[in-house]
């Protein structure tokens, strides 16, 4: 693969990244509103928000074969405009059975998108020789803040979904497709002789559990956060309605800002450092939230949770590459689902345990979780692991 071919695919699949978070941004941060388009009851719900990850774990496990066939870049290439057609979609419906369809087609889309997506990453990676895991996955938090902006926008000018999503889906759109003639990073990597063996052996679940349970265990404190921090803000500490909206803003650019520096600690110091550093901060701001004595220290402590758990699921991934060179792709399409694992156990754990005992109490499980992530941490790597300076991998392509 040529130094040219690698700049473009690393460009072009940060762009993916991208639009990605703008796309789901975009939908997570006006559910409010899809529910008072379609008439969705407070009961229903749980059922619609449910049935999304649920039915892209199942597009995730899909794409392994899909990937196997098409390749990781086809995959990609054609579930981006259908997230983002899936996402017109939700704004131009009005009775139930539409919105059951659209957002039924934006889980199954975005299930094999995330898992093309890491699978692309991954690849890369190892085609660099070097950490850029991280960078991709600041891409989407970038996007995630333009979304969560562009929504806090059309809400506060009463506009209507279409009119909210229609411009934005204008400009994604044939982005997305121009990026997408550049992706790269879908070639079978030949593996030498110490990996051949794991390679052929596939993927085998004892060994890609350690890095499934981090992955679940990362996505219950993201969701912990995105779900309950404006709540906790506001019923726990006594915040103001508008200091309510903060905390996740606040997490969300400190997310962006740990996954920026990410990858040049990885190159220094290793994935496995890196990882505990994260965990150790993770817990850290939940211990923070947990015993907070007013609206600002629970503020503190959700932005320092920003920092630590930005680098989990990046370096999960990377390290699933690691451990199946000559199956990685399938290896991430696995790990993925337990993405959405995390995601339908966090929220509802910390709701229940905050109804049966205290909400400062639920803050305690998933500080324990992710601290868990430290034991764990060996399965990220010590030596291979590493990248830049002197610990680079020998490579045969120099990308800079």
């Known amino acids: ?51 999304v990850p649920v039915l892209a774990g199942v597009a995730s496990v899909a794409t392994e074969k899909l990937a196997a066939r098409a390749g990781p870049a086809a995959v990609l290439r054609w579930a981006q405009p259908l997230v983002l057609l899936a996402l017109l979609g939700v704004g131009a419906g009005s009775e139930l059975w539409q919105a059951a369809l659209v957002l039924g087609g934006f889980g199954l889309a975005v299930g094999a998108l995330d898992a093309a997506m890491n699978m692309l990453g991954v ?17 989407y938090s970038l996007g995630g803040i333009l ?10 000018g009463d ?26 990073g879908g070639d079978r990597v030949p593996v030498d002789g110490s990996e051949a063996g794991r390679a052929a052996g596939g993927v085998p679940f004892r060994l890609l559990l350690p890095l499934c349970l981090v992955m679940s265990f990362a996505y219950i404190g993201d969701s912990t956060v995105s779900n309950w921090s404006a709540k906790y803000l506001q019923d726990v500490l006594g915040g103001s309605e508008e200091l309510a909206t903060v905390p996740y803003n606040a997490y969300m650019v400190t997310t962006l800002l740990g996954r920026a520096a990410g990858d040049p600690a990885v190159r220094r ?8 550093g994260g965990a150790v901060l993770a817990a850290l701001g939940f211990a923070v939230v947990a015993v907070a004595p007013a609206a600002w220290a629970g503020l503190a402590g959700f932005t320092v949770l920003g920092l630590g758990l930005s680098v989990l699921v990046p ?28 995601f339908l156990i966090g929220s509802p754990l910390v709701g229940a345990l905050g109804e049966a005992w205290s909400y400062r109490g639920a803050m305690l499980v998933p500080m324990v979780l992710v601290l868990v992530t430290v034991v764990y941490a060996t399965s990220f790597g010590a030596r291979g692991a590493r990248y830049g300076g002197g610990h680079e991998r020998p490579h045969t392509v120099d990308v800079g």
């Open 123 to 139: 690849n890369l990676q190892r085609a660099y020789g070097r950490s850029i895991m991280l960078g991709f996955h600041a891409s």
């Open 315 to 342: 370096q999960t991934f990377a390290a699933a590459g690691r451990l199946f060179p000559g199956d990685s792709d399938a290896a991430v399409a696995r790990l993925n689902v337990f993405n959405y694992v995390g």
């Open 1 to 51: 693969m040529t130094d040219a071919r690698l700049r473009r695919g690393r460009v072009s699949l940060a762009v993916a990244f991208f639009v990605q978070g703008v796309t789901f941004a975009l939908l997570v941060t006006r559910i409010p509103a899809v529910q008072d388009r379609y008439g969705i009851s407070d009961g229903l719900l749980p059922a619609f928000l449910a049935a």
């Open 269 to 276: 110091f290793g994935a496995a450092a890196v990882v505990r």
């Open 159 to 184: 506009l209507t979904l279409l009119m909210s999503y229609l411009p934005v889906v204008a400009v994604l759109l044939p982005a997305a497709l121009a990026a997408s003639r550049w992706y790269a």
């Open 147 to 156: 979304g969560a902006s562009l929504a806090w926008a059309g809400a506060y």
